[in-house]
């Protein structure tokens, strides 16, 4: 049985015919100190509707589409 991994990010570029590109944050505690850091990280995703610069969409991931693309988005 596999995992797979889902994310909830914002659509930060919708430029390219059937692909998105999202940014996910994630918090995480320093190792060290205590104190909480916000991480960004952008992912490729397929897209099958277009979606606007700004939605909230979640992104799972799948069997890689491309060199750079191994997310698909499933819903806004």
Avoid: C, D, L
């Avoid at 991994?5 to 570029?13: A, E, L, N, P």
């Avoid at 692909?19 to 397929?46: D, I, L, N, S």
């Avoid at 069997?63 to 693309?69: E, G």
């Amino acid at each position: 049985m596999s995992t797979q991994k889902t994310f909830m990010g914002k659509v930060v570029s919708s430029k390219m015919m059937g692909m998105v590109v999202v940014e996910v944050e994630t918090w995480k505690t320093h190792p060290k100190y205590p104190k909480r850091m916000r991480r960004t990280k952008k992912y490729h995703a397929q897209a099958e509707k277009k979606y606007e610069v700004g939605n909230q969409v979640k992104i799972v991931e799948v069997k890689p589409i491309s060199k750079t693309k191994t997310f698909m988005v499933v819903e806004k």
